[in-house]
């Protein structure tokens, strides 16, 4: 079955910087896009952006761009993001999920808590 | 860009009752609405995706209708498994976004 299966919680100080991995099986990695998806304590979900597996092609929301970066690696089928220069409003819970933009987000990885504090 | 509004924020149900949800969209957006479900410390799960197509796997209890600006979400007949938080979401070729969220509580 589809499974995408993300990295575990970390810990940043403001400023720092975080890479969360999502790695997907069960289907062509290449055939779909990978959209990320944050939601802070007790908040509603906050699309992020999304990256197209076939030809890289990203799209951020403009609150992320120069901030954010995704990428994915073909050859291990693992979507990854980075957020640079945290803040202690970045702490959410970060999604993946499968899904080109467009589309449908199904299935969705079991998220990771990034918590940001001095 | 698009706003979608959810109403209520919360909602409160005894088992058996059928619910609606609605989602509202600033503007027309044709039928690019999914809906999905949040319990609490797990990922959203797709119910229902182009407004009113049933995942697989989802009970048919829920259903979904609505095109343009207008949509809703409606359980048939409330079980203990559907105690969450229910997002609608629009999809287009530049964006996502998703309404606020619909807390559906137990009376």
């Known amino acids: 079955q589809v499974e995408l299966a993300q990295s575990g919680a970390e810990v940043k100080k403001p400023g720092a910087s975080v890479k969360v991995s999502c790695k997907t099986s069960?289907?062509?990695?290449?055939?779909?896009?990978i959209t990320w998806v944050r939601q802070a304590p007790g908040q509603g979900l906050e699309w992020m952006g999304w990256?197209?597996?076939?030809?890289?092609?990203?799209k951020y929301v403009k609150e992320f761009q120069g901030r954010v970066t995704m990428t994915t690696d073909t050859a291990t089928n693992t979507a990854y993001m980075e957020v640079r220069r945290l803040r202690s409003d970045d702490t959410a819970v970060y999604y993946c999920?499968?899904?080109?933009?467009?589309?449908?987000?199904?299935?969705w990885g079991q998220g990771t808590l990034v918590t940001v504090s001095s | 860009d698009i706003q979608m509004t959810q109403s209520p924020s919360t909602l409160s149900a005894s088992i058996g009752d059928r619910v609606t949800i609605t989602c509202r969209a600033s503007?027309?957006?044709?039928?690019?609405l999914a809906w999905y479900q949040q319990k609490p410390g797990k990922a959203p799960k797709l119910l229902i995706y182009?407004?009113?197509s049933l995942e697989s796997g989802v009970p048919s209890r829920f259903s979904g209708s609505g095109s343009g600006t207008e949509f809703t979400l409606t359980i048939s007949s409330l079980q203990p498994d559907d105690f969450a938080t229910y997002y609608c979401?629009?999809?287009?070729?530049?964006?996502?976004?998703f309404g606020q969220g619909t807390k559906l509580e137990i009376k």
């Open positions: 503007q027309s957006i044709g039928s690019y």
């Open positions: 979401q629009h999809y287009n070729s530049h964006q996502y976004t």
């Open positions: 182009e407004a009113s």
């Open positions: 990256i197209s597996v076939y030809n890289g092609d990203t």
């Open positions: 999920a499968r899904g080109a933009i467009g589309t449908k987000l199904d299935p």
């Open positions: 069960g289907y062509t990695f290449t055939n779909y896009g």
